[in-house]
Nanobody
């Protein structure tokens, strides 16, 4: 069964950091590229970052350029998004997804002091 489960969301102060994790609980996405998306209230879904199957190439959106590195650990079947220097533009529900396979339920990130 394909199942992606996110964790790590919560409230962060402006300028702070947060690490999101996405576990491939069904162990079915190890051969897939993986993405992090986010959707803020009233806005369209945005692709935040992507990583290849082997983890040797990554891309990120201009809105988070250089602030939110994506990584994966095949041994732990886990995808990560390290979010740094968070701003008022970053609050959203963050989802992980394996293209054409699965998407998680999302984890909420809020930024406030």
């Amino acid at each position: 069964q394909v199942q992606l489960v996110e964790s790590g969301g919560g409230r962060v102060q402006p300028g702070g950091s947060r690490t999101l994790a996405c576990v491939d609980a069904g162990f079915t996405c190890s051969s897939s590229a993986l993405n992090w998306y986010r959707q803020a209230s009233g806005k369209e879904r945005e692709l935040v970052a992507a990583i290849t199957t082997r983890g040797d190439n990554t891309t990120d959106a201009d809105s988070v350029k250089g602030r939110c590195p994506i990584s994966r650990d095949h041994g732990k079947s886990t995808l990560y998004l390290q979010m740094n220097r968070l701003t008022s533009e970053d609050p959203a529900v963050y989802y992980c997804a394996a293209p054409r396979l699965a998407r998680g339920q999302g984890t909420q990130v809020t930024v406030s002091s």
